[in-house]
Nanobody, 124 residues
Framework: QVQLVESGGGLVQAGGSLRLSCVAS????????MGWFRQAPGKEREFVVG????????GYTDSVKDRFTISRDNAKNTVYLQMNSLKPEDTAVYYC?????????????????WGQGTQVTVSS
């Protein structure tokens, strides 16, 4: 069993920054790939970014490229999402997700483990 706990969400003005963290427990963190997803009200959960077990492979959705940066520290069992130049359309609940295996997936169904989510609100 894997437990994921996100933190770092909040309210920020457009153009601002936030850093989300996701701490994992229960299994060896380096055994699985990680992803960040988000879900806005009335919309489906969508892929934001994924990272392989060692950080060697990373993929972003187009809308966040050059603004968001994912990283992981396997010694701290933590994955981070640095979000810069935030826009109102980035407002959503952000979820951390983990999957067994080395490489990330871009689909919700590709992940077995989920955090509870953290709210990010960007005001205009």
């Amino acid at each position: 069993q894997v437990q994921l706990v996100e933190s770092g969400g909040g309210l920020v003005q457009a153009g601002g920054s936030l850093r989300l963290s996701c701490v994992a427990s229960g299994r060896t963190f380096s055994n699985y790939a990680m992803g960040w997803f988000r879900q806005a009200p009335g919309k489906e959960r969508e892929f934001v970014v994924g990272i392989s077990w060692n950080g060697g492979s990373i993929g972003y959705t187009d809308s966040v490229k050059d603004r968001f940066t994912i990283s992981r520290d396997n010694a701290k069992n933590t994955v981070y999402l640095q979000m810069n130049s935030l826009k109102p359309e980035d407002t959503a609940v952000y979820y951390c997700a983990g999957r067994d295996g080395s490489y990330y997936s871009r689909t919700v169904s590709g992940y077995a483990y989920w955090g509870q989510g953290t709210q990010v609100t960007v005001s205009s």
